[in-house]
């Protein structure tokens, strides 16, 4: 009778222990995505649906920086993680009232800083918009295997900066045009039509006639920003392209957040996959063990 209780209980032990490695492997990190893609390419509206769908936080740069200025107005005075904050957004501030750009090493502070507070750690991220260099790509990596080794939980694989998933819109110049240049704004409301995609009511008169296009939204504009996005696209795509899925951002909105959908839970089922097969390696691994007590204990 003892021997068959002990075995049982070894058995039931094991049992236990399977049952509460594979919860463990289930339970998912929290989804770490950056979304790239040309200007009016729709990621605007496509970072709103994945945040909300995921419960990621969504992280723009212009967001961002206004956040570490902030910080390093509010943080005038304090220690010595304050004193940091403050250095971080003072020379941010500089550049952006000077018009010039925020140089690399700055900005992926920034996005370093944000991406570890425990917002991000605790629900995951959608970085919208960077990096849109290949060095900028590098110099972030970087930093997150850095950061990463200096964490003082770096063995648990909660932890985790890398991103998951490199979402880039793929849309024709020629539609990327189109719907720029064929933007009006209402300048009473501010409200924002196309001629072609969304215009104005039929009815109001007066609104068609006071919309303007707005400085930005020229040929000659649209053209500029094209230029400088296409400078650098294909290297940053080519930097991620292990965790690169494009999606075909000509479609509708719905059309896109669909495909967007179904690549995402398709990462997310993979992973699992793959967390399962870890753990039936590692059960597979210590199962001679378990055997031989049960042996033992039979005997």
Known sequence: TTTTTTTTTTTSNVLLRDQNLQKQQDRQ???????????????????????????????????????????CEDDIGGGDDDDHHHDVGRIAKEYMDAGKLVPDDIMIQIVMDRISQSDCVENGWLLDGFPRTEQQAHSMTTQMTTKLSEHPNNNNDDIHFAADIFLFLNVPDSILMDRVVGRRMDPVTGKIYHVQFSPPPIEDASIRERL????????????????????????????????????????????????????????????????????????????????????????
């Open 29 to 71: 990190r929290p989804l770490k995505i950056i979304i790239m893609g040309g200007p009016a390419s729709g990621k605007g509206t496509q970072c709103e649906r994945i945040a909300q769908e995921h419960n990621l936080i969504h992280l723009s740069t212009g967001d961002m920086l206004r956040e570490a200025v902030k910080k």
């Open 212 to 299: 303007v296009q707005r400085s930005d939204d020229t040929v000659e504009k649209m053209q500029s920003r094209l230029q400088q996005f296409h400078t650098n696209v294909d290297s940053v795509r080519q930097y991620y392209q292990d965790i690169l899925i494009e999606i075909d951002g000509s479609k509708s909105a719905n059309d896109v957040a669909e495909s967007i959908r179904d690549v995402i839970q398709e990462s997310i089922r993979n992973r699992r996959v793959g967390n399962r097969e870890d753990r039936d390696q590692e059960v597979e691994e210590e199962s001679p063990a378990c055997i031989e007590t049960s042996a033992l204990c039979s005997v």
